[in-house]
T-cell receptor
Framework: QKEVEQNSGPLSVPEGAIASLNCTYSDRGSQSFFWYRQYSGKSPELIMFIYSNGDKEDGRFTAQLNKASQYVSLLIRDSQPSDSATYLCAVNAGNNRKLIWGLGTSLAVNP | KAGVTQTPRYLIKTRGQQVTLSCSPISGHRSVSWYQQTPGQGLQFLFEYFSETQRNKGNFPGRFSGRQFSNSRSEMNVSTLELGDSALYLC????????????FGPGTRLTVL
C-alpha cells in the first residue's frame, strides 16, 4: 500500500463547477500537507498547504484536513479550463523534511 | 528575479554510463532538494542540501549522489546508469528549510537506452 494515495482520475467537471480532489495517507504522525499543481510538461507548483485540522481557504481553493480519518482534500470552486492539470498531494511526517507524494489526480475542466 | 534553472534540460545516455545534472537555485536560496519523477512511482525524494551539507537522503542506491557548492548551486550524479533511471529529475529551491517555500525548476529529462 502506497503511503499517500490519490485517485488517478481523470476527474472531469464542467466549467464553473466545484472540483473535489482527495488524498489519504498512512502515517498517523504526518504533520504537514501540501497540494501542488502540475501542468503537462511542466514542474509542480505549490498551491496550498495545511497543518491543522479543518479548512483553509485561499481564493478559489480550499484545503480540508481531517487527521483522525487521515484524509486531506482540495476543493476548487468556480473551476476554469485553466485549472486542468494534475494535482499532487504531498505529506511530511515532521521528523524529517522528506515529502511523500501521491501519484496525482488528473483534472479536466470542460468549457 | 530569475527562477530555478536546471541543465541540461534533456539528456540521452546508455546503460552503464554516468551522468551529472546541475541545479542553480533562486538567488539567495540556500536549500536545494532533488526529486525523481516517473509515471509509475511519481515523485520520489532523492536528497536535500542546505549550506553545502546534506540534510536528508531518500531511499535510493548509492549510485545516486549529490553535492552543493558554496554558491548554493547543486549537482547530482548517477553512476552506472540503468534503464529504470529514465525519469524527470527535478530540483527544488528554498530560502530556508520551510517545506512551504519550495520552488521547482523545469527539470532534466533523462533517457537511458
Amino acid at each position: 500500500q502506497k503511503e499517500v494515495e490519490q485517485n488517478s482520475g481523470p476527474l472531469s467537471v464542467p466549467e464553473g463547477a466545484i472540483a473535489s480532489l482527495n488524498c489519504t495517507y498512512s502515517d498517523r504522525g504526518s504533520q504537514s500537507f501540501f497540494w501542488y499543481r502540475q501542468y503537462s510538461g511542466k514542474s509542480p507548483e505549490l498551491i496550498m498547504f495545511i497543518y491543522s485540522n479543518g479548512d483553509k481557504e485561499d481564493g478559489r481553493f480550499t484545503a480540508q484536513l481531517n487527521k483522525a480519518s487521515q484524509y486531506v482534500s482540495l476543493l476548487i470552486r468556480d473551476s476554469q479550463p485553466s485549472d486542468s492539470a494534475t494535482y499532487l498531494c504531498a505529506v511530511n511526517a515532521g521528523n524529517n523534511r522528506k515529502l511523500i507524494w501521491g501519484l496525482g489526480t488528473s483534472l479536466a475542466v470542460n468549457p | 528575479k530569475a527562477g530555478v534553472t536546471q541543465t541540461p534540460r534533456y539528456l540521452i545516455k546508455t546503460r552503464g554510463q554516468q551522468v551529472t545534472l546541475s541545479c542553480s537555485p533562486i538567488s539567495g536560496h540556500r536549500s536545494v532538494s532533488w526529486y525523481q519523477q516517473t509515471p509509475g512511482q511519481g515523485l520520489q525524494f532523492l536528497f536535500e542540501y542546505f549550506s553545502e551539507t546534506q540534510r536528508n537522503k531518500g531511499n535510493f542506491p548509492g549510485r545516486f549522489s549529490g553535492r552543493q557548492f558554496s554558491n548554493s548551486r547543486s549537482e547530482m550524479n548517477v553512476s552506472t546508469l540503468e534503464l529504470g533511471d529514465s525519469a524527470l529529475y527535478l530540483c527544488a529551491s528554498g530560502l530556508g528549510l520551510q517545506l512551504n517555500e519550495q520552488f521547482f525548476g523545469p527539470g532534466t529529462r533523462l533517457t537511458v537506452l
